[in-house]
């Protein structure tokens, strides 16, 4: 077995470019449930928002690259305002029902014929609409060393991105440990008390959800460029719940939770993938209990036994606190 | 503990005006803090509150009693906003904040707890105490990420939030979740919390449920302060002891009606009230943590 070459491909993936799309999705996860209690099964739906922004934008209208990502961010925004504004008065649960409906009706908006030609049906939209962003490559050559291995286009998506997730998540640090934050977190323990003290409950709502929304549209945005494509099916309801996954799995209400969670996430998947396909390939696992073409599967189920075990034996996540979660037991 | 005897100057102020006043229901007092007209509630078939004419005079402890399901809380509910009547309206103040929503009601000075407390569980303490600080800076979404503008507030803040939880002895669990601590200790933190808020009036759902008798006195104490340093307060209480100990005034509440109001000592002989509640009362006093 060809152990430089699995680590070389699982740390790259723990840097890589899923990592950051999924690190992007969780931080916006984060503010919403972590944060503030709130249950948005339609994150997929910020991501979508986000990643045809530019690419319809760019391919079908001809913006500039920079417009196009800012009216991405404009649209995150607008689609919080109608997921918000007849939900967040109501109980938890109906923002929850709302989302995840919402969420596959703009996955389906993107496949269905009627707007074939500007958003390309189910097949998507594939062109050179990074192109304004690639040019600004430095690194045309890529990186190869025995860890890390990306291509040219990869490496800028990673430097950049990697950048982008550190400014997103020292503002988060610096929202989340101010009194803004702190309304937040009561928020999430209870609405009620925190009405009673005078504060505009459904306002604080209605930010985070719009916070948590836009670090989602950059995580499409990240999607986007870094495939110069889009496509309708990527953006289902298995991308929110891998990125609750990745959330959980770092901690709940933690800065840097999604950050670990989806670095862990990635390089595991990765790990395991490439363990299995070794393994089966020199003959250590034998062909008629796993064949290569079944190891794709198989990984995302230890991944899923993984994650059973981490609920059991750590049901804080990584870096969560013990403590805090017993607290939420109303002991 | 303190003494009975140490605070009397506002104690003898709001029963000198107090004093004349007939003891009958919907009467009106010299100076209301609140004035509430035909407050009509309606669950179903249930007429929960049913109000026709009711004032709380400024600067008194006024206790609101009366049998379980009687509608107490609802009316609570009702007057800070957190439900909506299906007739009537009231004033705070000389104002009209019928239909005003919880957070409004709240910041014009009117503060409430809730018969089943809600601390923050998973907020320390001392955050449970500065998120009740009004017009905070850094609250707004816009400051918030720039510290600097708010540090000098937050400090205030915490200051005064430690001030309050030294009153209130619970400065030794500054840092320990709210969760950490007994069902007494959470009732003062609410208390507490609500003081944050500086209100005119202070309105308290059950004070003194699910407390031990050692907490139950200086809670009393406390309460006893709040009309020293010039607010009202209307509490919502079973423990007849209490209310003979520390109210000024005695309203009681049955089947969504008021049925006498007075001071202590004449409204607790009165026939009526004895029939429609302490009789209702008594079986009902082992009822001590009901939902
Ligand atoms: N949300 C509600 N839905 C239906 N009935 C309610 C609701 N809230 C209170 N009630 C009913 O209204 C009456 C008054 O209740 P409540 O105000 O809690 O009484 P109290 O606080 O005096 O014990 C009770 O009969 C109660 O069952
Ligand atoms: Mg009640």
Partial sequence: MDFIFIAQQSFSAALGVNTIIFALAAIGLNMHFGYTGLLNFGQAGFLAVGAYSVATLVVSFNFPLWAALLAGILNSVILALLLGLPTLRLRADYLAIVTIAAAEIIRQIARSATFNKYLGGSDGITGKFGKDFFDLNPFKDGLDTPFLRYNGNDLWVVVTGWALVIVVLFVMWLLVRSPWGRVLKAIREDEEAVRSLGKNVYLYKMQSLIIGGIVGSFAGFVYALSRQSVQPDNYGTALTFFAYTVLILGGAARVFAPIAGSIIFWFLLVFIEQMLRQAVGAGYIPEWLIGVNQVGQIRFMLVGLGLMMLMIFRPQGIFGDRKELALDARA | ?291
């Fill in chain 2, 1 to 291: 503990m303190p003494a009975p005897s140490q605070n009397t100057s506002r104690r003898d102020i709001a029963l000198a005006a107090l004093a004349g006043i007939t003891p009958t229901p919907g009467v009106s007092k010299p100076d209301p803090i609140i004035v509430a007209d035909h407050v009509v509630r309606k669950f179903g078939g249930l007429t929960a509150v049913n109000v026709s004419h009711l004032e709380i005079q400024r600067g008194a402890i006024t206790a609101l009693i009366g049998p379980n399901g009687a509608g107490k809380t609802t009316f609570f509910n009702l007057l800070t906003g957190f439900d909506q009547v299906d007739e009537g309206s009231w004033s705070f103040n000389g104002v009209k904040i019928s239909g005003t929503p919880p957070h409004k009601v709240a910041r014009m000075g009117m503060v409430r707890t809730f018969q089943l407390t809600k601390a923050l569980y998973r907020l320390t303490v001392i955050d449970n105490m500065r998120l009740a600080a009004t017009k905070q800076k850094g609250e707004s979404i816009l400051r918030a990420a720039l510290p600097f503008l708010w540090n000098d507030q937050e400090k205030a803040a915490t200051a005064r939030s430690e001030e309050l939880l030294t009153r209130f002895k619970l400065i030794d669990k500054r840092d320990d979740f709210a969760a950490a601590l007994s069902g007494g200790q959470r009732k003062l933190l609410e208390m507490a919390r609500a003081l944050m808020v500086e209100p005119e009036l202070v309105m308290l759902d059950e004070p003194m449920a699910g407390v031990n008798p050692a907490l139950k006195q200086s809670l009393l104490g406390h309460i006893k302060d709040l009309r020293e340093d010039g607010m009202t307060v209307l509490f919502v209480e079973h423990d007849m002891d209490m209310v003979r100990d520390i109210s000024d005034w005695v309203i009681v509440m049955a089947q969504g009606v008021i049925v006498a109001e007075g001071p202590p000592n004449i409204v607790m002989r009165d026939k009526a009230v004895i029939d429609a509640y302490l009789g209702a009362h008594h079986d009902s006093t082992l009822e001590q943590d009901r939902g």
